[in-house]
């Protein structure tokens, strides 16, 4: 029997006639002081103890500087941000200023005003607003090709008009025929310098015509191009903060904070991402002319690309998009068929899914330097499995198997050899278990049970205790993001689908995206400066 993700791609595939989820490059980390270690060794699950006041940031945006570290902090849930006039409340203000190569960030005792920590961050340049100096020189420039133009006008219009005044006057009388015929030559000429005038006269004022036509559209399009160069560097600029936000948590609560971290989703059969904190949501993915559909994306650990599920009429097909060019291709070792719910290996060389047949359905790797040749894994053939989840370190494989009945969660090494149930069902009962996710610090999966609706649970691998972490409305496919506290999963608590994230030690729920029917969420890992940009990305 199919997990509960394979059963849906499966519903989906069914005709409409009758009868039927690091090598990462990682940002400069200041080190934590030992009273940030102090900190986190204080910290308790009940919520967090450090209360922070952000100052506004002298001489440097200061509302976007100061909105950015505040909402950064706030979401990773292991600060308190205070008001400003809260100062005697707060253990500790964080005081940006601008410098020539970005910010200077200061963690201040608000008693003593003693600095504890400090640290400069380079930030890149934002390219400013220039519309008025695009316009300026591409003036500068129509105006001086104009001026040729003008100049080649007047010499023509000279010579047709002296032309055609020579040629206005009566012929002399000629009885010498010699003289005829030497006139007759002169009017000749005449006559074809006065066709060449003309025509350049035309030429030259067709010419004027379009450049003044097509002035208006040329500063537009110059417009735009400098407006998407400004957007990537306010991009990046932005990027680069969420970087200091998350030094400044590992400063406070001795762990790297994961506002440099972004969610990859499907809305609509389009594949987005979006950061950590909401912004910047973009379709990497563009959609299919022909009805396809993208399911399932996972991350490479790398953060550059995304596999993914190709669903259509035919089947389902393995593909990747790579997030740098936005470029996409399909995997050759999957023909449609069922192919599903795929991820990349430990070191980002292969890519691990469950292959379909009409015996069961199995899981295999293919080689992205081979994508033609498929590696069936070495794991207990017998029953079918699906869902594959790689541990953090790259030793062992979750995946989901129907023995004997319903979908539960197994694991093993990757040879095959220890398998072991993870999150054992209840006794007497019909209860699902399927989506595993794996934390980031190898302690825990996360998974969404099935016993008349779908909630999202968590075991401790340890002592296979398990804990219940949804209740309202639906609540499925749950995906770690890189602290171990935080998941992103899909539920209907507001209403329409969307990914919601949840804090699992406060119990604190936040809305991520606003597209519809938002779902099947995977968090990537830590990505740091890496990260290409969304306008890379396909559209």
Do not use: C
């Not at 006041?53 to 849930?77: K, Y």
């Not at 399009?221 to 600029?237: P, T």
């Not at 989703?265 to 979006?274: A, D, E, P, Q």
């Not at 794996?438 to 609706?453: F, H, L, T």
């Amino acid at each position: 029997m199919l997990s509960h993700r394979a059963l849906f791609v499966g519903f989906l595939l069914i005709p409409v006639v009758p009868a039927a989820g690091q090598s990462v490059s990682k940002a400069h980390r200041p080190a934590p002081t030992h009273a940030s270690r102090a900190a986190a060794a204080a910290a308790t699950s009940t919520g967090p103890l450090v209360k922070a006041v952000v100052l506004p940031a002298d001489g440097l945006e200061s509302d976007s500087v100061q909105t950015i570290v505040s909402r950064d902090l706030d979401f990773g849930d292991g600060v308190q941000i205070l008001p400003a006039d809260s100062m005697a409340s707060a253990t500790v203000a964080i005081k940006p200023v601008a410098t020539a190569q970005g910010l200077m960030v200061s963690l201040v005792d608000p008693a003593t005003g003693v600095v504890r920590q400090q640290h400069e961050f380079p930030l890149p340049i934002v390219v400013p607003h220039n519309d008025q100096a695009i316009a300026d020189s591409l003036n500068q420039a129509f105006n001086a090709r104009d001026l040729l133009r003008r100049t080649r006008l007047a010499r023509a219009e000279w010579v047709r008009d002296s032309l055609q005044t020579e040629m206005a006057k009566k012929p002399p009388r000629l009885r010498n025929s010699n003289a005829k015929a030497e006139y007759a030559a002169l009017v000749a000429d005449r006559n074809n310098m006065l066709r060449d005038a003309l025509g350049t006269t035309a030429l030259v004022q067709g010419e004027r015509e379009r450049d003044e036509a097509g002035r208006a559209a040329a500063q537009t399009a110059a417009v735009a191009r400098a407006a998407v160069v400004r957007d990537s560097s306010m991009q990046a600029r932005r990027w680069a903060m969420h970087g200091v936000s998350d030094a400044v948590t590992e400063w406070l609560t001795g762990h790297r904070g994961i506002a440099q971290s972004r969610v990859a989703y499907v809305s609509n059969g389009v594949i987005r991402v979006v950061d950590f904190d909401g912004a910047n949501d973009h379709a990497v993915t563009a959609p299919d002319k022909l009805g396809d559909k993208a399911m399932s994306p996972s991350w490479s650990r790398d953060g550059k690309s995304l596999v993914y599920s190709e669903m259509s009429d035919a089947g389902t097909q393995i593909a990747l998009v790579n997030l740098m060019t936005g470029e996409t291709k399909a995997l050759e070792a999957t023909p449609r068929g069922l192919n599903i719910t795929p991820v990349f290996s430990s070191d980002d060389k292969s890519v691990i899914y469950a292959n379909g047949s009409d015996a069961r359905t199995s899981l295999v790797a293919v080689s992205l330097d081979n994508m033609s040749a498929v590696r069936h894994l070495p794991l207990n053939r017998s029953f079918d499995a699906d869902e594959p989840i790689l541990s953090p370190d790259g030793s062992r494989i979750a995946y989901v198997s129907s023995r004997p009945k319903t979908p539960q969660i197994y694991s093993s090494n990757l040879d095959g050899s220890d398998e072991r149930v993870e999150a054992p069902a209840p006794t007497k009962t019909r209860v699902y278990h399927t989506s595993p996710d794996w934390s980031p610090d190898g302690r825990m999966i996360a998974y969404q049970q099935q016993n008349g609706d779908f909630q999202v649970w968590v075991v401790n691998r340890a002592d296979q205790k398990v804990r219940r972490l949804t209740s309202k409305g639906e609540n499925e496919d749950p995906s770690w993001a890189p602290d171990a506290r935080h998941i992103a999963l899909t539920s209907n608590r507001g209403g329409a689908k969307a990914i919601w994230v949840l804090d699992i030690q406060s119990g604190r729920f936040r809305q991520l995206t606003a597209a519809g029917d938002a779902r099947l969420a995977a968090w990537s890992g830590s990505l740091g400066a890496s990260a290409p940009s969304p306008l890379a990305s396909a559209r």
